[in-house]
């Protein structure tokens, strides 16, 4: 079902105004669409003016940038942490802008709208520490009798 974005029928006082003119197609907008967590799957929708715009349904990628280094990672999505647009949005694992996410770099906060843009956009909050790397050890080598 379509929104109709077009001015409201009532008046501030709470009376009803009487529409000069019907509903036009050019003040419909679109549901919203749920991006959650799992194997990616985008559409395609027709917008104003013939434009074509991605949705993403599914993700399991994000691109993510660390603020320090200015670089930026395809990083595979772990789950969703914290979400302040709706906390129920945490439990059913729905990704939108401004969701806490936890990714094998780290935890990192989604910055675009993945609904409507296709992919998932994040920045870095907190890096996972890297664990320190111990050389390898040499065999041991059993000492030669004389």
């Given amino acids: 079902?379509?929104?109709?974005?077009?001015?409201?029928?009532?008046?501030?006082?709470?009376?009803?105004?009487?529409?000069?003119?019907?509903?036009?197609?050019?003040?419909?907008?679109?549901?919203?669409?749920?991006?959650?967590?799992?194997?990616?799957?985008?559409?395609?929708?027709r917008a104003l003016g013939g434009d074509i715009k991605t949705s993403s349904l599914g993700a399991d990628v994000a691109n993510v940038v660390d603020p320090k280094t200015g670089q930026a990672k395809k990083s595979k999505i772990l789950t969703v942490v914290e979400n302040p647009a709706d906390p129920h949005f945490v439990r059913r694992n729905v990704l939108t802008k401004g969701a806490i996410i936890e990714t094998e770099l780290g935890r990192a906060r989604v910055t675009n709208r993945p609904g409507q843009s296709g992919s998932i956009d994040a920045v870095l909050l907190e890096a996972k520490p890297v664990e320190a790397e111990k050389p390898a050890e040499k065999p041991a080598v059993p000492k030669e009798r004389s």
């Fill in 1 to 45: 079902m379509a929104k109709w974005q077009g001015r409201s029928l009532k008046k501030s006082s709470g009376g009803r105004i009487w529409a000069s003119r019907k509903k036009r197609r050019r003040e419909m907008g679109s549901e919203f669409v749920e991006t959650k967590l799992g194997p990616t799957k985008r559409i395609k929708r």
